[in-house]
């Protein structure tokens, strides 16, 4: 599947992007979740056998945030002076020997350090993919070609948890990090050998400090910037309440085998994949505010619902697993609404500071994120409670930035008047 690129961009860029480019981009993006969902299954065993507490071994996922929201910020600016691609490939060769530290590391606490530095190297293929995109793409392009990498994106941590409660389960938990160092090397071979730079205006001052502040600040002085950024933070926020919470909640509380997890964790992204599926086939009828707003939406009822039968209900057996499952399903399909189309409307109106733009994005989600992980883990009673009441609490959020802030289209909030082709 290939995208055309705008006239805007055309001039700037040699078309076209092959879905080879595509794949490798959204491969790249994938770095983040298949990081995180490959061993989800193995961690409430690895806490046990590194004599860990619940909110240590959680630091191992809010550090790992934390390193994509640090790492965000320097690759984004450096890529606008020096180029992405320089900045993509030095960014996986610290990622994979994070993760060689990783599967080697004696202890909770240098395996929470060495998932730091693999988070700093992952996230230039979060952050710079997405610049990559807009400099590809085009404004008008941009949330089209996002929803298509989101999708595919999904095919991560659909497959992970299963992959990852499998090879966890004959091999021990450090064979998962084995697997992130040859994925990390395929990606790594794939930068060399397929990707060309792909930003054509390189700006010399994009890293002086007296200019990154005043870029930051411009970016700030944006309303629609910071509204869309809070819906990306919020959204991307009760993701994370999922994601940190779940494997204790299903595994510890509710019984389930590493295997039934990562079962229950895939049909809950088959929600994403719908998610991001309608935006590419609605997103030109409905425009970007119009999608975020159904995405809102469906997250709000179903971690609303989540919220009310973990409160009000004794949530046990297989009925306890569908109290999370469902709601959740609804909660995934808007994030895969919301997402994609939030980040288009960030970062698309700055084509001389893309990078900037989704570093600083990239930034805010992910310490919003990792300082909602760390709150959930001291949080953690035993229960579905806390991870269900984050979960409601964000969709709230991101009802309410949609309602007050993004309902009415903007100058930036416009239909998307390009559509894929096969």
Not at 41 to 58: C, H, K, M, N, T
Not at 244 to 271: E, W
Not at 277 to 292: C, N, P, V
């Amino acid at each position: 599947m290939t995208l055309p690129v705008s006239p805007a961009s055309a001039a700037q860029t040699k078309p076209p992007a092959s879905a080879i480019i595509l794949g490798l981009l959204a491969a790249l993006a994938a770095s983040g979740p298949i990081s995180t969902d490959l061993y989800l299954p193995s961690l409430p065993r690895l806490r046990v056998l590194l004599g860990a507490s619940v909110s240590e071994a959680q630091l191992t996922l809010s550090l790992f945030l934390a390193g994509f929201a640090v790492g965000g910020l320097i690759y984004g600016p450096l890529s606008d002076r020096f180029g992405r691609r320089p900045l993509m490939l030095s960014g996986m060769v610290v990622y994979v020997l994070g993760s060689l530290v990783c599967a080697v590391a004696p202890n909770i606490e240098v395996l929470i350090i060495a998932r730091f530095i693999q988070a700093l190297g992952g996230s230039a293929g979060i952050s710079l993919s997405r610049a990559m995109i807009r400099d590809l793409y085009g404004p008008l392009g941009a949330a089209r070609a996002l929803a298509v990498i989101g999708a595919a994106m999904a095919i991560a941590p659909m497959v992970g948890p299963i992959l990852g409660g499998a090879i966890g389960a004959h091999f021990g938990w450090r064979a998962n990090f084995v697997v992130l160092i040859f994925f990390g090397l395929i990606c790594l071979s794939g930068i060399w050998f397929l990707l060309t730079e792909t930003n054509h205006r390189l700006n010399p001052l994009a890293t002086q400090p007296r200019t990154l502040a005043a870029n930051y600040l411009t970016l700030l002085r944006q309303p629609h910037f910071r509204a869309y950024a809070a819906m990306v933070t919020c959204c991307y926020g009760g993701l994370f309440a999922f994601i940190s919470g779940s494997s204790y909640v299903l595994m510890d509380v509710l019984k389930l085998t590493p295997a039934a997890y990562g079962i229950c964790f895939s049909i809950v992204v088959t929600g994403y994949i719908f998610g991001t599926l309608t935006s590419i086939r609605l997103g030109k009828r409905l425009g970007i505010a119009g999608m975020i707003g159904l995405g809102a939406i469906s997250a709000l009822s179903g971690s609303l619902v989540m919220a009310l039968m973990a409160w009000l209900l004794h949530l046990d057996g297989l009925w306890g697993v569908a109290a999370i499952v469902v709601p959740m399903m609804f909660y995934t399909a808007g994030v895969g609404m919301m997402l994609p189309n939030s980040q288009a409307g960030a970062i698309s109106p700055f084509p001389h500071m893309a990078g900037t733009a989704s570093s600083l994005l990239s930034f805010m989600q992910m310490a919003g994120a990792a300082l909602f992980g760390v709150l959930l883990g001291h949080l953690y009673d035993g229960t579905s409670r806390p991870m269900a009441s984050a979960l409601a609490l964000m969709g709230a959020a991101c009802f309410g930035i949609w309602l007050y802030r993004l309902r009415h289209p903007g100058p930036n909030s416009g239909p998307i008047t390009q559509s894929a082709t096969s």
